[in-house]
């Protein structure tokens, strides 16, 4: 098991007992550790980037299909643009057979995989894939059952036979069906979804009507409360150690899908490539907006290694289609700066060049795959516009300038958005149409209905030596955010239900993760303040909370801290302690609410690994005190 579980898990255990022993228990304290808790497992350094077949075909997919879409791929020069993974979803499969327990592809659909004695094999598919310079990947379940089993029941491509050759999902068969996934048939990459764990309650109509085996629902979609969070987790886990036991090289990308539930926003890093932060997309603006806003403030948890992923993307159909080429460019362009993975879902033997424009901007593609991976802060935040800021590996900014809504919208674009100097020339350049505009402190854009301006940006830095650590989110890792027990983001756009519409009593927060870190905000989203201060810079975090930061080659770490003004719970000290290689380097007394803001400074000089710690006298049973690393930064 990762360290960071298991210095949870010790956590939970340490407070259980101390509930148990008294309600108004001290928490158990998170530790510095003087080692990176980061995962470092998997080829993930930069957004996985490729082609996915379902929002293509859906379980109507096959051989012809998706080499059709690898060859495309190559033919048109996505391929040579890193659109390498080329990726099976559901209805690859016929059955689980009996005898073995192993898988069995369904040839009719995928006929290079016949074998003369029945056993069938991808070998042969993955081998043209690696031929043509592309990677593989297949899907699977991590539950008994896969979910066009539950929402494909008209598909001709179902696994068939009895219900026990019916459970294609890897449970009760992990190591056996990762083994044949990667070692036998070669495959690179794996897709795992949860509808095993969500849709097939033992006595529901679905089960009865089509004979499956029961299991008892893990997660429940509608209720945070009534999912087994530790369980999906330790799931999860599972077939995170099976897949590092069968890859070796570390050749490989654990795409964890469970749509943002059972708390994967937080453990999601711990575990996988990458993690499904919400519900599937469709091809509309509202469920884009949905699944963009279950990723854009979740930067913190996200670096090289490992991505928030809001899905693969929708262009060329619906609300993005090529009569809605503005909206397509802005969904793009959002999954650019929120280094999602970049998976085409389009039937590319014959996409349209004004599509093949958008998936090959290589401008954009540059920002997404920049190895600082350094996911685009929300400079600016409203329900209306945004404006998202990335920094780059060479210090550069890039900014997109986003209008939610279907009217004109008029941003002003301020030199204090991109942390560069108020009094000094900032020159951008559109990643679009290449244009060039320079401005000094300010600006002001008109922008269309749902349209993104994206630019890279030139100018003189406001902390000439140094950075700030919310401009680089890329070498934080939250190996403790402080948060006791998941609480319900409402944050996130809430769309009418594509599937359920408007039958219930409304659309609810539905993910976990409200009260997470956050850059230059607190972790309930307010502005940073201590003392009556306001700090544009900073990270906002909760106390009992530990971060770490990779250094590199910087000498000094300044912040001021404190209490934030916005905290709820006025009566707990904290103390903010910083360690260097596992070394402690400065520490302040304890602070309360309404203590002025202390400045704290700590020689780094030749560490690598710097670790933030705050620690409180806080309870078990209290609301958690809201802190901040005002203004932190690292310095030359
Ligand atoms: C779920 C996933 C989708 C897709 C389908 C396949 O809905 O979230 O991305 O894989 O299952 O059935």
Same mark, same amino acid.
């Given at each position: 098991m990762h360290p960071k579980n298991s210095l949870k898990t010790r956590l939970m255990i340490a407070c259980a007992l101390a509930a148990f022993v008294s309600p108004l228990s001290a928490l158990a304290e998170p530790v510095a550790r003087g080692i990176w808790l980061g995962n470092t497992d998997g080829a993930a350094k930069t957004p996985p980037m490729g082609w996915n077949s379902w929002n293509a075909f859906r379980t109507e997919v096959d051989e012809a299909k998706v080499m059709g879409a690898a060859q495309a791929l190559v033919d048109d020069g996505l391929a040579r643009k890193g659109y390498i993974y080329v990726n099976l979803d559901d209805g690859w499969w016929q059955k689980r057979r009996v005898t073995d327990g192993r898988m069995i592809i369904r040839t009719r659909i995928f006929p290079s995989a016949a074998t003369p004695d029945g056993t069938t094999s991808f070998r042969g598919f993955t081998d043209r894939l690696h031929s043509m310079g592309l990677k593989a990947g297949l899907y699977t379940d991590v539950g008994h059952n896969a979910c066009s089993q539950a929402y494909d029941l008209h598909s001709p491509n179902l696994p068939e036979g009895t219900a026990g050759e019916r459970?294609?999902?890897? %449970? @009760?068969?992990v190591s056996q069906d990762i083994n044949l996934y990667f070692r036998e048939w070669g495959f690179d990459y794996l897709k795992v979804d949860a509808c095993g764990l969500a849709d097939f309650a033992p006595d529901s109509k679905l089960v009865k009507d089509n004979g499956y085996i029961g299991l008892t629902p893990e997660i429940d979609r509608a209720s945070l409360n009534r999912t087994d969070s530790v369980k999906v987790e330790r799931r999860y886990a599972e077939v995170a150690a099976a897949l590092k036991q069968a890859n070796p090289d570390n050749d490989y990308v654990f795409s964890i899908c469970n749509w943002g539930m059972a708390n994967v926003r937080e453990w999601g890093k711990e575990v996988g490539s990458s993690w499904r932060t919400s519900s599937d997309i469709t091809p509309n603006w509202s469920s884009m907006l949905h699944n963009y806003d279950s990723a854009v403030k979740r930067a913190l948890y996200a670096g090289p290694g490992h991505w928030n992923d809001p899905d693969i993307l929708f262009i060329g159909? @619906? %609300?993005?289609d090529t009569d809605h080429l503005t909206e397509a460019r802005s969904h793009f362009t959002l999954w650019a700066m929120l280094n999602a993975p970049l998976l085409i879902s389009y039937d590319l033997r014959k996409a349209p060049q004004s599509l093949l424009d958008i998936w090959g901007n290589a401008d954009l593609i540059a920002v997404n795959q920049d190895p600082a991976g350094n996911q685009a802060i929300v400079a600016y935040d409203s329900d209306d516009a945004q404006i998202l800021v990335k920094t780059l590996a060479d210090g550069h900014k890039v900014v997109a300038l986003f209008n939610r809504t279907a009217s004109p919208a008029k941003l002003n674009l301020l030199a204090s958005h991109l942390k560069l100097k108020n009094d000094a020339p900032i020159q951008l350049t559109d990643l679009w149409s290449k244009a060039g505009i320079t401005f000094t402190g300010e600006t002001e854009f008109e922008l269309a209905p749902h349209e993104t301006r994206v630019f890279s940006v030139q100018g003189a830095r406001e902390l000439a030596d140094g950075v700030y650590l919310s401009e680089i989110?890329? *070498?934080? !890792?939250? $190996?403790?955010?402080? *948060?006791?027990e998941p609480q319900l983001d409402p944050t996130v756009h809430r769309m009418i239900?594509?599937?359920?519409?408007?039958?219930?009593g409304g659309s609810r927060p539905q993910y976990a993760g409200w009260g997470g870190a956050q850059a230059d905000m607190t972790p309930y989203a307010q502005a940073l303040q201590i003392g009556g201060h306001t700090y544009d810079s900073g990270i906002g975090v909760l106390g009992n909370s530990l971060l770490q930061v990779k250094n590199e080659g910087y000498a000094t770490f300044r912040a001021t801290v404190g209490v934030d003004d916005s905290t709820s719970n006025r009566d707990r000290a904290v103390s903010f302690t910083v360690y260097a290689d596992g070394k402690l380097v400065a520490k302040t007394p304890p602070l309360k609410f309404g203590d002025a803001a202390r400045d704290i400074s700590a020689?780094?000089? @030749?560490?690598k690994i710097i670790e933030l710690l705050v620690t409180d006298d !806080? *309870? $078990?049973n209290e609301q958690p005190v809201v802190v901040t690393w005002g203004e932190a930064r690292l310095q030359k």
């Open positions: 459970q294609v999902g890897l %449970d @009760g068969h159909a @619906g %609300d993005f989110p890329g *070498v934080i !890792n939250v $190996a403790d955010d402080g *948060v006791r239900d594509p599937w359920a519409g408007t039958r219930s020689d780094i000089a @030749g560490h !806080n *309870v $078990a």
